[in-house]
């Protein structure tokens, strides 16, 4: 089993900026590609972002591109999604999640983390 457990989520204002981080352990973190979702209330979960497992390809729903970044650090087992320029549409509970590929579709993604929430005021 991989664990997966987030944190840095929060409440701030629109505008502001925020960093997520996803610890891994239970297995060897650079055998999966990892990806952010995110789901909000009474909404389907959806992808944000995904990246290879060496970090060398990295995509972005259109709804973030220029304002998310997502990268990892395999020495830490860590993959992070960087949040600027936060809107109010973003508010969601954020889930990382692994996978053996590179893939958008949720149901490529093998395990999952217990979500963080993100809220942003208007």
């Known amino acids: 089993q991989l664990q997966l457990v987030e944190s840095g989520g929060g409440s701030i204002q629109a505008g502001g900026s925020l960093r997520l981080a996803c610890a891994a352990s239970g297995r060897t973190f650079a055998n999966y590609a990892m990806a952010w979702f995110r789901q909000a209330p009474g909404e389907e979960r959806r992808f944000v972002a995904t990246?290879?497992?060496?970090?060398?390809?990295?995509y972005l729903a259109d709804s973030v591109k220029g304002r998310f970044t997502i990268s990892r650090d395999n020495a830490k087992n860590t993959v992070y999604l960087q949040m600027t320029l936060l809107k109010p549409e973003d508010t969601a509970v954020y889930y990382c999640?692994?996978?053996?590929?590179?893939?958008?579709?949720?149901?490529?993604?093998?395990?999952w983390g217990q979500g963080t929430q993100v809220t942003i005021s208007s």
């Open positions: 990246i290879s497992k060496d970090g060398g390809g990295a």
């Open positions: 999640a692994a996978s053996t590929v590179v893939a958008a579709a949720a149901y490529h993604y093998t395990y």
